[in-house]
């Protein structure tokens, strides 16, 4: 033993030797020491100790510590004693045991920087961040203080000779009530405090040491939600909400057993991961058949699942999550109650969405949005009554993305707010345009997204484009689809009214796709309905098509409507809505959607300008 160990023995030896009773007499500036009675130390539970790691070659020091700290009560805790006789050792038990709050570290063992080395394996490789490092040194020249300090991630730097029992005792406290509030730091970050259950952050760790792990094989990963959860809270109030949530947690913690990793990773959805006969979804739906029981309540409700195959090295636990998540979305549209696993071609789906969102981005503030016009005519005299504004976007090597793929991604983005917008005003400055030359009182019909309908300023914005461009608000129609129009009656028809206010006529679009209520419908105040081309592409043959164009037609009649069918491509077409008594129409068999000049060209070939 050198002559520091020695003197740090020695004097560890000495202030218990002068101790007396359960409390030694402290030095004036040093703190109380407090110890249990024997009879106090039976029956304490493994839970309610401080799991201490003594790590040093000496094993004097060993015996000298345990010997000085025995029965010494911390913080309402007894302490429990680890050993290790080298750095190498001491990796090996922290690798497999849980809850060590501290590590008395000397420097020097099998090698001058063994110490050292094990710092770096504790934080940087086993990432035992909580845990308080104490390094403790006789020889201070292989660890300088300042310099150790700097370089290392340890919490306390001592030289065992300043090391007396009290010293110990207080160097020990400080460390285990630091780590204390760092655990429960950890847990207000790291788990969900309604459930107890770990939080999406640490459910993303959790899943990253599983991916880890080489051995790993035939893992699932799966993202559970409860369905119409928002109406039980609207309905019960928050309060049963939780505890509906607190019972849920509890059945699957119980049945899915220590195997399966649970976590509450939203306000009513839970993330799972383990094998793939516990994480098995019809296992894991049928646990909710049975009701839950909630405060005298038997409440039934089910609950819906995306799940994703793992295996070891494949993703890093955030982006499985991600696939859990498409496919839990997918679930939720088209299997609703039931569950979807994740495939690469929903992953595909997903990133050319985003690639195609960001392109549009781009399209927008580079102008590549632009603007063309379909007239529509009167089908008995042929005479134009109006024009369609259409939106379009060219590529940079000229080539076009379809809408049906671009607009269902800005209503989703919210970006077809601010697009409809500059939509309408160019429209209507356009149509002002046109008159200025000679054009009669035709009216420009604009589509309107439920997403840009709904906004809070709709009407708003609305009423200063008619102010800004000057338009006459009767030579401006606003089309909506029946979907759009058969929504929240009341609210519809509160907007609606807010429209026709302002001297605006109304359209429903693609009708006959839908599902109107007759009775819904007459109240709406609207001018016209536009038969679906769909309808119209099967006037020809003896199909279901025809009829419904017949019926479309004889409805719009009764209820005092103009009826202007979209998508007429041919002669026997026209003559068909005609006989049939539709008022109007548009399509390629008059015109294709054209750009600003072309469509001037084509008003002039038909001489509708006044004034040329």
């Known amino acids: 033993m050198s002559v520091f160990h020695l003197a740090f023995v020695r004097g560890l030896m000495h202030n218990v030797s002068m101790s007396t009773g359960n409390l030694l007499e402290p030095h004036p500036d040093t703190d109380a020491l407090q110890f249990l009675d024997d009879d106090a130390t039976i029956g304490f539970e493994k839970e309610l100790t401080w799991r201490l790691l003594i790590v040093d070659d000496e094993p004097d020091v ?49 090698r001058e920087d063994a110490g050292l080395a094990l710092v770096k394996t504790i934080r940087k490789e086993l990432k035992l961040t909580d845990l308080r490092i104490i390094l403790r040194t006789g ?18 730097y001592k030289t065992k000779s300043e090391l007396t029992r009290t010293k110990l005792y207080a160097t020990v406290t400080a460390a285990l009530r630091a780590y204390e509030q760092i655990r429960k730091l950890d847990e207000m970050a790291f788990y969900d405090r309604l459930s107890c259950l770990p939080n999406r952050n640490k459910f993303i760790d959790i899943s ?7 051995s790993l094989h035939n893992e699932m990963m799966a993202i559970l939600d409860i369905d119409d959860f928002s109406e039980i809270n609207d309905a019960l109030g928050h309060q049963q909400g939780d505890r509906l949530l607190q019972a849920v947690a509890d059945r699957l913690k119980l049945e899915l057993g220590p195997d399966a990793v649970l976590a509450r990773i939203g306000s009513d959805t839970f993330g799972l991961m383990g094998p793939s006969e516990v994480v098995d979804p019809v296992r894991v739906l049928a646990l909710f058949r049975t009701p839950f029981l909630v405060q005298d309540d038997a409440m039934v409700v089910t609950a819906t699942m995306g799940l994703t195959c793992l295996f070891a090295g494949s993703v890093c636990g955030r982006d499985a999550l991600k696939d859990a998540n498409i496919a839990l979305k997918r679930a939720k ?29 781009s399209a927008v503030e580079s102008e590549r949005l632009f603007i063309v016009y379909q007239p529509q005519v009167d089908l008995v005299s042929g005479a134009v009554t109006g024009m369609e504004a259409l939106i379009r976007w060219r590529n940079e090597d000229g080539t076009f993305v379809p809408p049906d793929r671009f607009i269902p991604l800005a209503e989703a983005s919210g970006m077809i707010v601010a697009i409809g917008d500059w939509v309408l005003r160019m429209a209507c400055h356009e149509l002002v345009r046109l008159q200025g030359m000679g054009l009669g009182e035709v009216r420009m ?15 708003e914005k609305l009423n200063s484009a008619l102010l800004d461009t000057r338009i006459s608000p009767s030579c401006l ?3 909506i689809t029946e979907s759009v129009a058969m929504e929240d009656a009341e609210f519809m028809l509160e907007t609606l009214h807010g429209v026709r206010q302002l001297g605006i006529s109304i359209a429903i679009d693609d009708f006959g796709t839908g599902y109107s209520s007759l009775s819904q419908l007459r109240q709406l105040p609207i001018d016209r309905l536009k038969i679906d081309r769909a309808f119209v592409s099967e006037l020809g043959g003896d199909v279901l098509g025809g009829h419904i164009a017949s019926m ?12 202007i069918a979209e998508g007429i491509e041919t002669p026997e077409q026209a003559a068909r809505l005609k006989d049939l008594g539709c008022h109007e129409g548009q399509g390629y068999f008059y015109a294709k959607p054209m750009t600003s000049s072309l469509l001037k060209e084509w008003l002039l070939a038909r001489g509708a300008f006044a004034s040329i």
């Open 62 to 110: 060993h015996r000298a510590t345990t010997f000085a700290l025995s029965g010494v009560l911390i913080l309402g805790r007894q302490l429990e004693f680890l050993h290790a006789y080298s750095a190498t050792e001491a990796a090996d038990i922290l690798r497999t045991e849980a809850d060590v709050a501290i590590v008395l570290l000397d420097v020097v063992m099998e």
């Open 139 to 156: 020889q201070p020249g292989y660890a300088p203080e300042i310099e150790t300090i700097h370089d290392f991630d340890i919490n306390d």
């Open 208 to 214: 990253d040491e599983r991916l880890a792990n080489p």
């Open 333 to 361: 549209k088209s299997r609703r109650g039931s569950f979807v696993f994740f495939s690469a071609e929903m992953g595909s789906d997903i990133r050319e969405r985003v690639r195609l969102l960001q392109s549009l981005r």
């Open 445 to 459: 019909s604009v589509n309107v997204s439920q997403i840009q309908f709904r906004h809070p300023e709709f009407l």
């Open 477 to 479: 129609e606003l089309e």
């Open 552 to 563: 479309v037609i004889e409805l719009g009649r009764n209820l005092q409507l103009k009826v």
